[in-house]
C-alpha cells in the first residue's frame, strides 16, 4: 500500500510569513495526526483528526497554527506568522481501525524559520 | 509526559543481538508498550508491541518482564541500517495518540 504523503519536504521562510504543510494519509485511515518534531526531541502531538473532526488539539498553539482536514481525506497545517521556535520537522501520521491501532508516519516536513 | 525510562543511547557491534532497554514501572493492567523507530530524515516506523507475553516478528523480539514494569526490545542480527532512534511507549487500548519521549540512540559499528 502506498505510504502517507506530505510535502514539501522542505521549506525555508523569513520570521513573520506563513507556512502550509500538507499530508495525504493512507487509504482508508480515518485517523490522521500531526506531530511537531524539535531537533534533538522525540515527537510532540498537535492535532488529531478522526475523519474530519478535531480529537484532540490541547498542544496546538491556536494563536498562530491551524490545521483542517476536509472530507475526512487529505490535510493542511497552517503556521500565520512564523515564529523562529517554529523550526522543527512536521510529521503527519494516519492510522486504521485494526486491532493494533498502529500509526504510520510519512517522511515529513522539515521548516527552517530564519 | 512520557510514561517510560530509556538509557540515552547505546552502541552495538554489527551482527550482534541488541539488546535494548525500557522501563515503565506505572504500567497500568491494559495498557501496551509500543516499539518504534526512527532513522535519519525519515518518519517513527513501527516495530512491534506488546500486553504480557513476549512477541516475536520479522523485524524484533519484545520481551516483557512478568511484573510489566521492564521490557527489552531485542534485534537479534542489528545491521549497520539499524542505526536508529528507538522509542518505547506506552498506550491504553482506547489511547490513539502515541506520547514519544527521547528515546534511545542506537548506533551499530562494523
Known amino acids: 500500500e502506498a505510504g502517507v504523503a506530505q510535502s514539501p519536504r522542505y521549506k525555508i521562510i523569513e520570521k513573520r510569513q506563513s507556512v502550509a504543510f500538507w499530508c495525504n494519509p493512507i487509504s482508508g485511515h480515518a485517523t490522521l495526526y500531526w506531530y511537531q518534531q524539535i531537533l534533538g526531541q522525540g515527537p510532540k502531538l498537535l492535532i488529531q483528526f478522526q475523519n474530519n473532526g478535531v480529537v484532540d488539539d490541547s498542544q496546538l498553539p491556536k494563536d498562530r497554527f491551524s490545521a483542517e482536514r476536509l472530507k475526512g481525506v487529505d490535510s493542511t497545517l497552517k503556521i500565520q506568522p512564523a515564529k523562529l521556535e517554529d523550526s522543527a520537522v512536521y510529521l503527519c501520521?494516519?492510522?486504521?481501525?485494526?486491532?493494533?491501532?498502529?500509526?504510520?508516519f510519512g517522511a515529513g516536513s522539515r521548516l527552517t524559520v530564519l | 509526559d512520557a510514561k517510560t525510562t530509556q538509557p540515552p543511547s547505546m552502541d552495538c557491534a554489527e551482527g550482534r543481538a541488541a539488546n535494548l532497554p525500557c522501563n515503565h514501572s506505572t504500567i497500568s493492567g491494559n495498557e501496551y508498550v509500543y516499539w518504534y523507530r526512527q532513522i535519519h530524515s525519515q518518519g517513527p516506523q513501527y516495530i512491534i508491541h506488546g500486553l504480557k507475553n513476549n512477541e516475536t516478528n520479522e523485524m524484533a523480539s519484545l520481551i516483557i518482564t512478568e511484573d510489566r514494569k521492564s521490557s527489552t526490545l531485542i534485534l537479534p542480527h542489528a545491521t549497520l541500517r539499524d542505526t536508529a532512534v528507538y522509542y518505547c511507549i506506552v498506550r491504553g487500548p482506547n489511547d490513539y495518540k502515541l506520547s514519544f519521549g527521547a528515546g534511545t540512540t542506537v548506533t551499530v559499528r562494523a
Open positions: 501520521a494516519s492510522s486504521g481501525r485494526t486491532g493494533a491501532n498502529v500509526l504510520t
